[in-house]
């Protein structure tokens, strides 16, 4: 059985690796975090004390990587307090109260 925070860091690394083979590092020349999505990742935090931090990893090709506050959880996997997002709307919906106990 994989734990959460495994299974986490297992499509990490897979992305990780993925993202090399599509991304040339030395060309790429847009962010994908822009300052208004700093914004709203700092927002949603701020409005949901269930969540301890977001971390932006669209650069390494991860998403949105949300960690819970302890004792939370996301009901949808009740030992897992950690989740990737692909998008911020995902992010929105997938953190709100209903969605975490």
């Keep these: 059985m994989v734990h959460c925070r495994e ?3 297992l499509r990490m690394r897979e992305a990780m690796t993925q993202a ?3 991304y040339d590092s030395t ?3 847009n962010k994908p975090t822009t ?3 700093m914004t709203t990742l700092d927002k949603l935090k701020n409005q949901r004390d269930w969540i ?5 990893e669209c650069d390494l090709g991860n998403g949105y990587i949300v960690t819970l506050k302890q004792p939370f959880c996301f009901v949808d996997d009740p ?3 950690v ?3 692909d998008t911020i709307s995902e992010l929105k919906s997938g ?3 209903s969605s975490v106990y």
């Design 95 to 97: 953190t709100t109260k």
């Design 52 to 56: 301890a931090h977001i971390d932006d």
């Design 20 to 22: 090399q083979g599509r």
């Design 27 to 29: 060309s790429r020349t």
């Design 79 to 81: 030992t897992c307090g």
């Design 83 to 85: 989740r990737a997002f």
């Design 35 to 37: 300052k208004n999505q």
């Design 7 to 9: 299974r986490v860091d």
